[in-house]
């Protein structure tokens, strides 16, 4: 077997109206197609990989998303004018001196957000070393 990509991830949600305002009109994702009888579901292109959300009861997945953005800070402050709720400030997680995931001598941060659902997602980004 040899996989080429990832195709899809799904992630339950409590109101697919909600979580579709968040994904679509919020984070820009566009909106793929979206289906109200019997099961509800909205499908997000995120890059060519399908966001797939599925309304449910209960307990959310404990499923994170992390989206690679430009600039994390400004992504932040954007969120936060969103009326986003933001549970982890952008930090660096960890120095990838020798170059494991990406260019060497880079750090990658890190910043939470919280979805209608409360579900988490995570915004990462790539930085130099200050100069």
């Known amino acids: 077997m040899k996989v080429k990509s990832l195709h899809q991830v799904s992630l339950t949600v409590r109101d697919l109206d909600a979580a579709v305002s968040f994904y679509h009109e919020i984070l820009g994702l566009p909106l793929t197609a979206r289906f109200d ?15 797939m959300l599925e309304q449910g009861e209960g307990s959310v997945s404990g499923s994170v998303i992390y989206l690679y953005v430009e ?12 009326g986003i709720e933001v549970v982890g400030e952008p930090h660096a997680i960890h ?11 880079e750090s990658e941060y890190m910043a939470f957000l919280k979805d209608p659902s409360d ?3 995570a915004l990462a980004q790539r930085k130099a070393p200050a100069s």
């Open 71 to 82: 600039d994390i800070d400004d992504a932040v402050a954007e969120a936060k004018t969103k």
């Open 37 to 51: 009888q019997g099961v509800k579901l909205a499908f997000l292109d995120l890059t060519g990989t399908r966001l």
């Open 95 to 105: 120095h990838d001196a020798d170059g494991t995931f990406g260019t060497a001598g």
């Open 119 to 121: 579900n988490l997602i």
